[in-house]
């Protein structure tokens, strides 16, 4: 994907979309529900009661389209960014917060990524990443530079005063779990904020 929105022409505002086997994605005994992104400020809703109807089969394949890449050079990070979060897209790529505005606009643009366990991978190294450092969004023509203003270790319960945090600025949020492990839940959310510096349209 990253390759893709790469070959397009200078300033192009198109997606691009790949099919990927659920398989591939998910590997067995990789995947708990709690490790996929939390709802800010939202539980979990309690069990359905259980019917007679048959139960949905969960999609063999899913579409994960892009049209962003985020750039963090501290750490050497280029990475297509999908425009929403869950389970399927986290694995193979990082997510826009849909709830939260588009880069450039006014309040907190979040995204939300997975911990990899490869290094460099994902948000692998995102506790590397300091204040004074830069992280780009490259977005339908523009390039949008922010600078990190802090980083943070937090519990889940915190997180949607972040998210939701009230900015008459553009701001950008990156959120990850913490500390990497191989077994459970990590416990706690690290998440790296920034304002944005500058706007500029790609030609």
């Known amino acids: 994907l990253l390759d893709r929105l790469k070959e397009q022409e200078p300033g192009s505002t198109d997606e691009v979309s790949v099919d990927v086997d659920i398989k591939d994605i998910n590997p067995p005994g990789g995947y708990v529900d709690d490790y996929d992104y939390f709802t800010p400020t939202k539980t979990k809703p309690p069990l359905a009661e259980p019917t007679e109807a048959p139960a ?14 985020m750039r963090i050079p501290k750490i050497n990070l280029e990475i297509a960014i999908a425009p929403d979060v869950n389970a399927a897209s986290l694995w193979v790529l990082p997510g826009h917060y849909p709830p939260s505005p588009q880069p450039g606009d006014n309040g907190v643009t979040a995204y939300f990524g997975h911990r990899m366990y490869g290094k460099g991978r994902h948000f692998n190294r995102l506790n590397e990443v300091a204040p004074g450092d830069k992280i780009e969004i490259q977005r339908k023509g523009y390039l949008y530079t922010y600078v990190v203003e802090s980083s943070d270790i937090i519990e889940p319960p915190e997180l949607g005063k972040y998210v ?9 949020l990156l959120v990850t779990c913490h500390p990497i492990q191989t077994t459970g839940v990590p416990k706690y959310r690290m998440v790296v904020r920034g304002v944005l510096e500058s706007a500029e349209p790609i030609s």
């Open 56 to 69: 949905t089969k969960p999609p063999t394949v899913v579409t994960i389209k892009t049209d962003s890449i």
């Open 164 to 172: 939701y945090e009230t900015s008459y600025r553009p701001r950008i």
